[in-house]
């Protein structure tokens, strides 16, 4: 059983196009996050969410607009796609009220190419 | 500001030789922190974490990490490396202002050489 999966795996379209990625955990987890990851790998936050409840939205253009429509999913959108969109998009979740856990579950990450 | 530094871009070492990969942090307040490993085309894994209590921490496939408050380190260990452990290794820090905000370091790639 996948714990974190996201849709689709890799996404390759055209400057201007709009495209949604799709994010879902089965752990029963009440945080999720977005993470970008550029062709460094250098892994920068983008959103979380709370029990459907945004609480990090870093400095992102807001051509990107994430959306939680429950605790086990956070879909991402986002608008007139530009080059430097281009990247690895990566979902995580984690349980963080009490128990001392914390640490985050990676999903496989879509892999966006912006021509 | 809360951070997190990985010093070293690439760290090599021969099969069977012990590993080290170097964290450092700066947070206020008592850090909780993270190593992750990235295989190629995969999402984060996590290896271990310290949140309190002993400073050595023993994860997966035989990774441990040492924190060292004096030194602010939380560095990464392996008695023996195998070849399959080369990947991607992040260091990470959970803010500890309530916002569920994890900083990561920019990542050490390890290369054990058979």
């Known amino acids: 059983d996948t714990a974190v999966s996201q849709t689709p795996k890799y996404l390759v379209t055209q400057m201007g196009n709009d495209k949604s990625i799709k994010c879902e955990q089965n752990?029963?987890?009440?945080?999720m996050y977005w993470y970008k990851q550029d062709s460094k790998k250098f892994l920068k936050i983008m959103f979380s969410?709370?029990?459907?409840?945004?609480?990090i939205n870093e400095t992102v253009p807001n051509r990107f607009s994430p959306k939680s429509p429950d605790k086990a999913h956070l879909n991402l959108h986002i608008n007139s796609l530009e080059l430097g969109d281009s990247a690895v998009y990566f979902c995580?979740?984690?349980?963080?009220?009490?128990?001392?856990?914390?640490?985050?579950?990676f999903g496989p990450g879509t892999r966006l190419t912006v021509l | 500001a809360q951070s997190v530094a990985q010093p070293e871009d690439q760290v090599n070492v021969a099969e069977g030789n012990p590993l080290t990969v170097k964290c450092t942090y700066s947070?206020?307040?008592?850090?909780?922190l993270f190593w992750y490993v990235q295989y190629p085309n995969r999402g984060l894994q996590f290896l271990l974490k310290?949140?309190?209590?002993?400073?050595l921490v023993k994860g997966s496939y035989g990774f441990e990490a040492e924190f060292n408050k004096s030194q602010t380190s939380f560095h990464l260990k392996k008695p023996s490396a195998l070849v399959s452990d080369s990947a991607l290794y992040f260091c990470?820090?959970?803010?500890?202002?309530?916002?569920?905000?994890?900083?990561f370091g920019t990542g050490t790639r390890l290369k054990v050489l058979a």
């Open positions: 995580a979740s984690s349980q963080e009220l009490s128990s001392g856990r914390n640490e985050q579950f």
């Open positions: 752990l029963g987890h009440d945080t």
């Open positions: 969410y709370n029990n459907k409840e945004l609480i």
């Open positions: 947070v206020s307040g008592n850090p909780y």
């Open positions: 310290y949140i309190t209590g002993d400073n």
């Open positions: 990470a820090v959970r803010d500890t202002s309530g916002t569920y905000k994890y900083i």
